[in-house]
């Protein structure tokens, strides 16, 4: 038997609750419908035993990272009930409670977001948190996971050559490797697009990632852009600005659904001469000499796959996984964040085109063509 209320809330989530969740979602992909009545028990369950072993524990956790993964779990719960239609404010009241403590005492929104389900989420035995048994949810949590270390791993490898000088000779090992991180991130978008069934992803997962609201409030639904290192990439190769105002809406509002630390991160490169300023200050007319030459066209190598792991997030997974699905439905449901489903891919669109360096206004499209001329 586990010795603490965490530990019991543990163990509950990892067997009861994913057990709870899968037969309902058996008979939602069974309705091929996202919502259905009746079913009354299970959902009753999820919330009432959830909301009593929840409630039991209080003590919270000394440690940061034990308090992020506790509401991670906690987080678990609420974004359940959300999915199923059960939110009895007296019975959530202590879930809520435990949430916007430790929202609070961290300074992240008090619900789970995509990086309590993958960077943040230990595996036992093999086995990590998750909703339900179903294979689609584990594909989408594995390879999203996958696609945000890429990520990361571009990120550092960028942030290295922001600091050494972007003609230094060993930045072009880094160069080399944020191209190959970048290009991962599109093997593991192209994985996520081939394994997973759409009609599964919308039935069954993309429900437990909607906005719900805790306390009173409601906070907006989560994605795997809930991370710094797109944006680190973003502003450190010079696609994106910190001073375009579209971009720091961008920033802004996914501020509080960052993991702890990351928002430093962003912070860090905020006020840094962009790759690409960096590279035209030094590339005069004429012969560059050989390493600046190397890692600038290395660089339009590494802006190349940004741009093209972007565009396949934006025209495969987001218009086979989102569009598709919600225009095939008589009530077609609303974005996961909570604006409308066009006001979302208008802002997406946009991201593609600053991300691709498309030949539109405000994107870093001229500047690249000057290095490229530069070149020769
Ligand atoms: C089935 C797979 C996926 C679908 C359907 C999907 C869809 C979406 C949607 C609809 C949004 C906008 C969220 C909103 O405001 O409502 C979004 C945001 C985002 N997604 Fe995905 N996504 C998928 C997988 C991924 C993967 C694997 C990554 C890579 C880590 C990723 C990275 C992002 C990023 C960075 C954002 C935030 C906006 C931005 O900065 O571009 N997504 N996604």
């Known amino acids: ?54 409630a039991r524990i209080d003590d919270v956790p000394r440690d940061d990272g034990d308090r992020y993964k506790l509401l991670g779990a906690v987080g678990f719960h609420l974004a359940a009930c959300a999915r199923h239609g059960v939110g009895d404010a007296t019975v959530l009241a202590p879930v809520w409670t435990l949430a916007r403590l430790l929202g609070s005492a961290l300074d992240v929104a008090p619900r789970f977001v995509f990086s309590h389900q993958s960077l943040h989420n230990p595996a036992v035995a093999d086995v990590f948190h998750m909703f339900t048994t179903l294979a689609d949810e584990a594909v989408f949590i594995i390879r999203n996971g996958e696609a945000v270390l890429a990520y990361r791993r571009a990120a550092h490898a960028l942030s290295a050559v922001a600091s050494m000088g972007v003609s230094n000779p060993m930045a072009t090992y880094l160069f080399e490797d944020a191209t190959a ?121 590494v802006c190349r796959a940004h741009g093209a792991a972007y565009a396949y997030h934006h025209h495969r997974l987001v218009a086979d996984f989102i569009e598709k699905p919600a225009t095939d439905r008589p009530t077609p449901a609303g974005s996961s964040s909570g604006p409308p489903m066009e006001v979302v891919l208008g802002m997406l669109g946009r991201l593609a ?20 001329n530069l070149l020769g």
């Open 353 to 372: 085109d600053l991300r691709a360096a498309r030949d539109k206004p405000g994107t870093a499209r001229e500047r690249l063509d000057r290095l490229r």
């Open 181 to 301: 991180a970048l290009g991962d991130v599109l093997r593991f978008n192209q994985a996520l697009s081939r394994e997973l069934d759409p009609e599964r992803f919308y039935v069954n997962i993309r429900p437990y990632f909607t906005p719900h609201v805790v306390g009173g409030t409601e906070f907006r639904g989560v994605n795997a852009g809930d991370f710094a290192a797109i944006n680190v990439v973003d502003l450190l190769l010079g696609l994106c600005e910190a001073r375009d105002p579209f971009y720091q809406g961008v920033l802004a509002e996914k501020r509080p659904y960052l993991p702890p630390g990351d928002a430093e991160e962003i912070r860090a490169v905020l006020p840094t001469a962009s790759l690409l300023d960096r590279f035209l200050d030094e590339t005069a007319p004429g012969d560059p000499p050989p390493v600046l030459r190397r890692n600038a066209e290395l660089f339009l190598g």
């Open 1 to 54: 038997m586990p010795d603490t209320p965490i530990a019991a809330y543990d163990a509950w989530l990892r067997s009861r609750f994913i057990d709870l969740n899968t037969g309902l979602e058996e008979a939602y992909f069974a309705a091929r419908d996202d919502q259905i009545p009746g079913h009354d028990a299970p959902k009753d369950a999820i919330l009432r035993e959830g909301a009593a072993l929840i």
